[in-house]
């Protein structure tokens, strides 16, 4: 078999969990490059293994750049914390729940290492049957994910009209990325989690400080998001995860651009930043877990 068709031979195995973001109708395989609904909206897969669920591509803030850096930065201890937490979650709860197969999908999986270390993790420390499924609105993200992790299904796809049907995923993650809970609740599964990972106010204070001095936003507060999360799921959980991470000069100027609170700033502060001499950067993430609200017949 080919690359390509050892890549999408996994897609093959998944077709039914598929629907039609245009229509909401099942969809097929059609031979080797492409998947279709019976409306015949029409979805291509690429040599690399992953489907583009979007008939347009939007454009968006998130170049290649910067998950060329995120990717880099994620290879460095500077998520390990998250990671470990949350496979230990996933592994808790899937040992205890014995599903036959774990399907979990990371949405807004950006170039895919978060999804990769997770499921990872969960490989090489038990026996759990686990499936990884991560959706991206961009394109550049999901070929660095397809390119770099080829066990895991990688979908170009919109959040606001996830591609599978109801009730599917055990686990569904969101990290650091921006949400839709009314399509988060259709498609988790009434015995599933969801974990959402929200920036604390000390999360890279050290950019928030240059970037943001005498603005509004030198200081931020997760709260709303929280609050809006709880509102939509049951929380079981929620881990304030706050350590220093230190930095070599290389991986500082990837940390300025893989985040979003760059996006701004000024050619003059970019300088400032990068000649600050900072060697330490805070982490402060929350990391909230939830469940479904199962209403009752
Ligand atoms: C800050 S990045 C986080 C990416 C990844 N979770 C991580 O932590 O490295 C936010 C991600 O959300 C994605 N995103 C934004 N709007 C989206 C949408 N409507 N549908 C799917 N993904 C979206 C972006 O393309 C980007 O990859």
């Known amino acids: 078999m080919a690359g390509s068709e050892i890549k999408n031979s996994k897609i093959r195995e998944i ?7 245009i229509c909401g109708e099942n969809m097929n395989m059609s031979g080797d490059k492409s998947i ?19 008939l347009r591509s939007f454009k968006t803030d998130y170049s290649k750049d910067m998950f060329t850096s995120r990717n880099i930065i994620s290879k460095t201890c500077f998520f390990k914390p998250m990671i470990e937490f949350i496979s230990n979650i996933i592994i808790d709860m ?48 999901i070929q660095i994910a397809s390119k770099n992790h080829p066990g895991i299904i990688w979908c170009v796809a919109d959040l606001t009209r996830i591609p599978f049907i109801d009730k599917q995923f055990h686990v569904v993650l969101s990290i650091l990325s921006p949400a839709n809970n009314s399509e988060f609740n259709r498609i988790i599964n009434d015995n599933g989690i969801i974990i959402k990972v929200v920036p604390g106010s ?27 999360f709880g509102s939509n799921f049951n929380i079981i959980d929620i881990r304030r995860l706050f350590y220093k991470v230190r930095v070599s000069e290389d991986n500082f100027k990837h940390l300025i651009k893989m985040t979003p ?28 877990t939830g469940k479904v609200h199962v209403k009752k017949p």
């Open 261 to 288: 609170l760059s996006w701004g700033a000024t050619s003059d502060q970019i300088y400032h930043a990068l000649n600050s001499g900072i060697n330490h950067v805070t982490v402060d993430l929350f990391v909230i």
């Open 94 to 141: 899937a040992q205890d729940k014995k599903f036959n197969l774990l399907k979990v999908l990371d949405v807004g999986s950006g170039e895919g290492s978060h999804l990769a270390q997770i499921i990872n993790t969960i490989n090489e420390r038990t026996s759990i049957n686990v499936l990884g499924v991560g959706i991206d609105i961009s394109k550049d993200g």
């Open 15 to 21: 077709i039914n969990i598929f629907k039609c973001p």
């Open 36 to 54: 279709l609904c019976i409306n015949k909206h029409n979805y291509d897969l690429s040599k690399r293994g992953y489907v583009n669920l979007l």
């Open 202 to 228: 000390g999360y890279l204070e050290e950019l928030r400080r240059i970037f943001f001095d005498k603005t509004n936003k030198l200081t931020y507060s997760n709260e709303n998001i929280i609050k809006h």
